[in-house]
């Protein structure tokens, strides 16, 4: 009896560990709260997306809140100079999250002109903090050993 009560028991564990590793790895979620569980790649103005029954659809990016690719999460956030909100926002990797404080990574590509030493800089990696949508500090030299702490990184 005691066997048998141990199967059933392993039977009903692993029923539900063997249904969810079918469910595709990548998603994409839009500002009207859809959610697409799909395959995609990065167009010029949208992503191009199939569908896990195999549909084919476009999706802008100006309508994407947030993506997972390669069991990496990607949140539509805004970006920020110090504390000033430049009016621009950008996809940040979603690094870690602690209670309702998540840490982001974003990095910008390119060249750009640095005024302060007159020099081409190439893009860098810098790292925020949000609540939600609210931003709440940007790791500097100062508060990184505290905010690595928070985190447990």
Not at 6 to 26: H, Q, R, T, W, Y
Request: contains cysteine.
């Amino acid at each position: 009896m005691k066997t048998l009560a141990s199967l059933i028991l392993v039977l009903l564990i692993s029923i539900p560990v063997s249904a969810n590793l079918n469910l595709p790895g990548d998603y994409i979620q839009t500002r009207d709260g859809n959610m697409y569980f799909a395959t995609f790649n990065f167009g010029m103005k949208n992503l191009r997306a199939r569908h896990t029954d195999g549909r084919l659809f476009k999706i802008r990016y100006a309508d994407v809140v947030s993506y997972k690719k390669d069991n990496t999460v990607f949140e539509k956030k805004a970006l920020y100079e110090g504390k000033v909100p430049t009016g621009y926002s950008a996809f940040m990797e979603l690094v870690c999250q602690k209670n309702d404080l998540k840490l982001y990574r974003y990095k910008e590509y390119g060249t750009y002109f640095d005024c302060s030493n007159f020099s081409f800089c190439k893009g860098n990696t810098r790292y925020f903090v949000y609540r939600g949508d609210e931003f709440i500090v940007e790791l500097t030299a100062q508060n990184v050993q505290t905010i690595c702490r928070f985190f447990e990184l």
